[in-house]
């Protein structure tokens, strides 16, 4: 399961849930018929977007009251139901990864990302100390979900990273 979104607050009395959205790609949302908020699966009746939010409705919440118990709880959704692009990448898949050069120099293994709204950030793990970078275009050489794996200019990372 993959995490997507974070109920913020029922929006209007007939079940519309706000939420914070973890997926930015509306047609990728649009597809998504399914959702699962804390364990209990939940069929999606519509989705519409505002401002930068999402408004959820599922077919099983009709009423504020019965929105209230969802605030700030995460909607996850099966990995299957989501599509990528070639240079998309979920996050679920880039945490554990190892990050090397093109010479195979270990800089450590992808502990989180951070997204901010410009580039996100990538907080690797090496020997208990923890570096951050932007996953930019112009530093990333190779990204292999498979193999768990992310080749990195090194030039360009060292003017990078903290």
């Given at each position: 399961?993959?995490?997507?979104?974070?109920?913020?607050?029922?929006?209007?009395l007939?079940?519309?849930?706000?939420?914070?959205?973890?997926?930015?790609?509306?047609?990728?949302?649009?597809?998504?018929?399914?959702?699962?908020?804390e364990?209990?699966n939940?069929?999606?009746?519509?989705?519409?977007?505002y401002?930068?939010?999402?408004?959820?409705?599922?077919?099983?919440?009709d009423?504020?009251?019965?929105?209230?118990?969802?605030?700030?709880?995460?909607i996850?959704?099966?990995?299957?139901?989501?599509?990528?692009?070639?240079?998309?990448?979920?996050?679920?898949?880039?945490?554990?990864?190892?990050?090397?050069?093109?010479?195979?120099?270990?800089f450590?293994?992808?502990?989180?990302?951070?997204?901010?709204g410009?580039a996100?950030?990538?907080?690797?793990?090496?020997?208990?100390?923890?570096?951050?970078f932007?996953?930019?275009?112009?530093?990333l050489?190779?990204?292999?979900?498979?193999?768990?794996k992310?080749?990195?200019n090194?030039?360009?990372?060292?003017?990078?990273?903290?």
């Open positions: 399961m993959v995490e997507i979104a974070k109920i913020l607050k029922p929006q209007g007939k079940g519309e849930m706000k939420l914070d959205l973890f997926l930015k790609d509306e047609e990728t949302w649009k597809k998504i018929k399914n959702v699962q908020i364990h209990q939940y069929i999606v009746k519509s989705i519409r977007f401002k930068g939010f999402g408004y959820i409705l599922l077919c099983e919440i009423s504020i009251e019965k929105c209230e118990i969802f605030r700030n709880k995460h996850f959704v099966d990995k299957s139901e989501l599509e990528t692009d070639q240079n998309e990448y979920l996050i679920d898949d880039l945490v554990g990864c190892k990050v090397v050069d093109e010479n195979e120099n270990y450590g293994e992808v502990e989180s990302i951070e997204s901010y410009g996100d950030i990538i907080n690797i793990l090496n020997c208990g100390a923890k570096r951050s932007p996953f930019l275009k112009t530093i050489v190779d990204v292999d979900v498979k193999a768990k992310i080749v990195v090194k030039e360009k990372l060292k003017e990078v990273m903290i």
